[in-house]
């Protein structure tokens, strides 16, 4: 009897260990098989010349898509497993539901009907000796109120503009205080030596990120240029935060003096889960990134 209860045991560890290690298995695949992409985009000067298309697969094309844009219409096609889904899936739903709104109108050719009727017995109504007396009434009790308002003295008159001035200034008065409350609230937090930190911290995991996120092949040719120079000048500033990243990828001609806009991308590269996964967990196993985290949930200004 013990013997056979021992073999049962032995038999559930096994199937339990193989489980485990099954699930193990697939947690090591999703995050280390990466997510292939490739991005194909160009324009020049119109919207309507902008044409892109993005196509992707991740987990041996278990999951993959693409999205089109052309012509100012965007298509997508999206296959998880066995499941499609995609826009003219979308565009079949509408036209069935078309066809329903289509059927509606039979339903209500009687509605216009009871509107004239309608209509019909309330110019009876205006026109008949009671709808006179009553608009007569009406006339008489507006009189009145005019004449009950021009007795208002210009002794209440004044006093009322005084309160509302009084109203309105302490009203301000008080939204200034509120502002320089806030102020010093905000910066005390971010003047906080371990917010400080964790800022510095984000920063450089943040980049560590985006060094993993380079493509393998990429070629970005871009000429623009607006009717403002200055306007192209803070476009390039903000090109330039980016450009160490991009910039053997990248061929960025600005024009300061006419309006233009050509450009052409194209972008191969794959992202693993395995990065996102350790670029959270850097920061969570930070005691000052939970910190921080707890006094942000709890700021208020």
Request: with cysteine.
């Amino acid at each position: 009897m013990l013997h056979i209860i021992l073999l049962i045991l032995k038999i559930f560890g096994l199937l339990l260990l193989g489980i485990l290690g099954l699930a193990l298995l697939l947690v090591i695949v999703i995050l280390v098989s990466p997510a292939v992409y490739r991005l194909e985009a160009s324009g020049q000067d119109t919207p309507e010349s902008i044409r892109g298309k993005l196509r992707f697969h991740w987990l041996l094309r278990l999951i993959s898509g693409e999205l089109c844009y052309e012509d100012r219409h965007l298509t997508w096609h999206i296959r998880a497993g066995w499941r499609r889904f995609g826009s003219d899936m979308e565009n079949n739903s509408s036209g069935d539901s078309g066809i329903m709104e289509e059927k509606l109108p039979e339903q209500r050719k009687e509605k216009p009907e009871e509107a004239s009727l309608k209509q019909s017995q309330v110019h009876e109504k205006n026109n008949s000796p009671a709808g006179h007396i009553a608009e007569k009434e009406r006339a008489e009790s507006s009189e009145s109120g005019q004449t009950g308002k021009k007795k208002d003295s210009l002794h209440a008159r004044a006093e009322k503009f005084w309160e509302k001035i009084k109203y309105t200034i302490q009203k301000i008065c008080d939204n200034i205080r509120s502002l320089i409350k806030k102020k010093e609230r905000l910066t005390a937090f971010i003047q906080n030596e371990v917010h400080k930190s964790v800022f510095f911290k984000t920063v450089r995991e943040l980049r560590r990120f985006l060094k993993t996120l380079r493509p393998r092949e990429a070629d970005v040719y871009a000429e623009f240029g607006f009717t403002d120079p200055a306007v192209t000048g803070y476009v390039l500033a903000l090109i330039s935060m980016i450009y160490p990243f991009i910039g053997e990828y990248t061929e960025i001609l600005p024009d300061f003096k006419h309006k233009i806009f050509r450009g052409r991308i194209f972008v191969k590269g794959r992202i693993r889960a395995f990065h996102v996964v350790s670029f959270a967990l850097r920061l969570l196993m930070d005691k000052n990134v939970r910190t921080t985290y707890r006094h942000i949930k709890k700021f208020k200004l």
